[in-house]
């Protein structure tokens, strides 16, 4: 089990920037991909980002590289997401997200192999 609290969403300007933190608890030991999801109204959960435990490898969605980074601490058990030059189609719910595996077996951008969720919480990207 893998407990996941959010923090840091909020309300930003076009082209301005946030930073979304997640502590993680629980089996924190295991080897674990962690990621971020976001929901907008009307839409499907989608990928955002995600990085592994073992060698902090990270895999982005296209709409989102080159503008957010997904830095993890292990020591720590945080996860973090920082958003730059976002633009009004970033607002959405994020969800932090922990996937426990074994071997080489993970799927780092399906949220339906990620067990674990987080609360959510709340980005507003507007004028």
């Known amino acids: 089990q893998v407990q996941l609290v959010e923090s840091g969403g909020g309300l930003a300007r076009p082209g301005g920037s946030l930073r979304l933190s997640c502590a993680a608890s629980g089996d924190t030991d295991s080897k674990n991909i962690m990621g971020w999801f976001r929901q907008a109204p009307g839409k499907e959960r989608e990928f955002v980002a995600s990085?592994?435990?073992?060698?902090?490898?990270?895999y982005y969605a296209d709409s989102v590289k080159g503008r957010f980074t997904i830095p993890r601490d292990n020591a720590r058990n945080t996860l973090s997401l920082q958003m730059n030059s976002l633009t009004p189609q970033a607002t959405a719910v994020y969800y932090c997200?922990?996937?426990?595996?074994?071997?080489?077996?993970?799927?780092?951008?399906?949220?339906?192999?990620?067990?674990?969720w987080g609360q959510g919480t709340q980005v507003t990207v507007s004028s």
């Open positions: 990085i592994l435990k073992v060698n902090h490898f990270a």
């Open positions: 997200a922990a996937q426990l595996y074994a071997g080489e077996m993970y799927f780092p951008m399906r949220p339906d192999k990620y067990p674990y």
